[in-house]
């Protein structure tokens, strides 16, 4: 714990000598969505349905990282009406594919760690597959939908009068540059996250063909997927958001 | 219309070769050497109701399965395959009419019987595959196939050099993937950004800022003696996990940090452009703003992803009644740590990214 404590002062310390407020609440995000999480962990294994808790709490924490992520409310507002679209159209994709991929629960490569444990124990580990996936890719939606949010309000602000067609192909521009980058944070975050499974599937002389229907690997690697589409229908979604709101001012 | 077409012909070719590969995969038994069968039956036998020594209820029922062979010595022959899932079903399946698996066949004089090795997924991760790469393409034309490129390059790298890994069997292995992220930076960089000045200053910016935080972190970790840090909790470790869980959180942190520094570079490049007489301070100064506005978002993004994972582990734990500590040091203080370093990496790197750059930028080369 201790480790913990001081990577942590670290962190924050850092934080807020280069970020000073910004770094206060980057902070206070990371921490609150953390608490989130745990809450999740413990209401699921309290019996309460998994995707519906998880439904509820990812819209929070979408709030604490879009709301602490920027203090422009005309950037954080159309940022977060922007996420939650993009979050229901991304369960509706990942409930179907987590079901025909069958990659709840455990694998092979699991036994060693679960081999104590009771597998019995009445919870339903599909819904909670399908729960690690939308949490996954909820950090991806809200850092896509801020970076085009933001990109926007300064376009809007210096030309107020800008044409609303045009508006939307400046985001799809910001959109581009922001996916390549994105696209870089999530696969080297799997690489990093999985590294100790990749050495041992290659260590235990998997083929291909075993690595690509491998139930732990194709988990992890649809749930990048899930993000890096989230990345993707944040870009047109956000931009159509923000012409939304203007039509409405005028 | 017609340049309609052409204006979105390479969308249309990545759609319809895609298209056509999922196809192939989803016919593409022939190409395993494993049995594949198809399941064209399947009926419950009777639930049995299990309580655990925790009283967590849960129910098992075996099933009757019969399929046909897809491929191999067995090809079209009738195999019958028995079944038992559970209710939770944490670790088996159920199975149901046209699921395809894997299966190692027992022959017997009245027939065919196996036991079932796994489910196939190839088509589904091949489907998904397609629809992320066309979206891709379709909103970013080329450099959404440069993007596509870059990761099926670096992970052709990353297998080698875990190959080469398990090789050399070395016991400093962490220099080995330090040196893979030194080949990741250089080549993803330079195909993201091209091979330029740009590209130099922020490929400089990214070394330091993730070396400074794996620097920093192991100064902790040694002066705290690890206390709370129990490596041998990282899943699937068959290496020193110390060193193994190092190595990942290095690799982890490097597209976080490269993402952070390919954005402020690039704005105070463009900045220099649009400003020429503007000063070195004056530039540090937006680079930090522009670094403070990416941060947070971005160490949630990693926090997200790194912890995600342990949701079924966590749950497993809490449900053998095992307390809040002990399941949080074993499943997710990995996970936290790991987005602890890489948040020191991401909010080092932008002092570190506004420094570079607003000295080493030149007048005139800002393209």
């Known amino acids: 714990m201790i480790t913990i404590g001081w990577l942590s002062a670290i962190l924050f310390g850092l934080m ?10 980057s902070f206070l995000s990371l921490f609150l969505n953390f608490l989130m999480l745990f809450f999740t962990i413990i209401l699921i294994t309290g019996g309460f349905p998994p995707v519906v808790v998880t439904l509820i709490n990812g819209i929070i924490i979408l709030a604490i990282t879009i709301f602490l992520g920027d203090d422009n409310t005309q950037v954080t507002e159309t940022a977060f009406y922007a996420s939650l679209i993009v979050l229901i159209i991304l369960v509706l994709l990942i409930i179907p594919v987590e079901h025909l991929a069958a990659v709840q629960g455990f694998g092979a490569e699991d036994s060693e760690e679960i081999e104590a444990f009771s597998l019995l124990v009445g919870a339903n580990f599909m819904q909670i597959a399908i729960s690690t996936a939308i949490f996954s890719t909820l950090g991806a939606i809200a850092e896509g939908a801020i970076a085009i949010s933001a990109g926007l309000n300064e376009i809007v602000e210096q030309t107020p009068t800008i044409d609303l067609k045009k508006l939307y192909a400046a985001g799809i521009s910001i959109g581009k540059h922001i996916i390549g980058t994105t696209f870089n944070t999530l696969f080297f975050g799997f690489f990093g996250g999985f590294l100790a499974l990749f050495i041992l599937l290659v260590q235990t002389h998997a083929t291909f063909a075993d690595i690509i229907n491998d139930k732990i690997f194709v988990a992890e690697l649809i749930m990048i997927l899930f993000s890096i ?21 005028k | 219309m017609k340049q309609l077409f052409y204006k979105n012909l390479i969308l249309i070719l990545t759609i319809v070769i895609g298209g056509l590969f999922v196809l192939g995969v989803k016919f593409d038994q022939a190409l395993y050497s494993d049995t594949i069968v198809k399941i064209t039956q399947v009926t419950d036998d009777k639930t049995e109701k299990v309580t655990d020594e925790f009283e967590n209820k849960d129910t098992q029922t075996k099933q009757k399965i019969s399929g046909i062979v897809m491929n ?4 079209g022959q ?19 009419k046209n699921d395809q698996v894997f299966v190692t066949v027992n022959p017997h004089k009245s027939g065919l019987t196996g036991t079932i090795d796994g489910f196939k997924r190839d088509v589904v991760v091949a489907v ?3 629809v992320a790469v066309s979206m ?3 909103f970013m034309q080329i450099s959404g196939m440069i993007a596509v490129l870059s990761i099926a390059l670096n992970m052709v790298i990353f297998f080698l050099a875990i190959k080469f890994e398990i090789f050399v069997n070395i016991t400093n292995f962490f220099w080995i993937f330090a040196g893979i992220a030194l080949v990741f930076a250089v080549l993803t960089l330079s195909l993201v950004i091209g091979l330029n000045r740009q590209m130099l200053v922020t490929l400089l910016a990214t070394l330091t800022g993730t070396s400074l935080s794996v620097i920093i972190s192991v100064i902790v970790l040694r002066l705290t003696n690890d206390q709370g840090m129990h490596y041998e909790a990282l899943s699937y470790a068959t290496q ?13 942190s490097l597209g976080a940090v490269m993402d952070e520094s390919t954005d402020i570079v690039a704005t105070l490049f463009q900045l220099k452009e649009e400003q020429p007489m503007i000063s070195p301070k004056e530039l540090f100064k937006s680079g930090r703003e522009v670094g403070q506005s990416i941060m947070g978002p971005l160490i949630n993004v990693l926090f997200l992803i790194f912890i995600a994972d342990i949701f079924p582990l966590a749950v497993l734990y809490f449900r053998t009644t095992n307390t809040i500590g002990y399941t949080f040091s074993w499943t997710m203080a990995l996970g936290v740590v790991q987005t602890l370093i890489s948040g020191i990496g991401i909010v080092i790197a932008i002092p570190v ?14 393209s």
């Open chain 2, 72 to 75: 191999g010595k067995y090809q």
């Open chain 2, 240 to 252: 020193a996990p110390k060193e193994l869980f190092l190595a990942a959180t290095l690799l982890g």
């Open chain 2, 78 to 96: 009738k195999i019958v395959l028995p079944n038992t899932y559970s209710s939770s079903r944490a670790n088996d399946q159920k199975y149901q």
């Open chain 1, 16 to 25: 807020v000598i280069i970020g000073g407020m910004n770094g206060v609440r």
């Open chain 2, 353 to 366: 990214a506004s420094f570079f750059a607003s000295r080493l930028i030149k007048g005139g080369d800002a």
């Open chain 2, 136 to 138: 891709l393409v379709g």
């Open chain 1, 229 to 249: 589409i989230g990345v993707i229908l944040a870009v047109p979604i956000t931009a159509w958001v923000l012409i939304q709101k203007l039509k409405q001012r």
């Open chain 2, 128 to 130: 998904l595959i397609w």
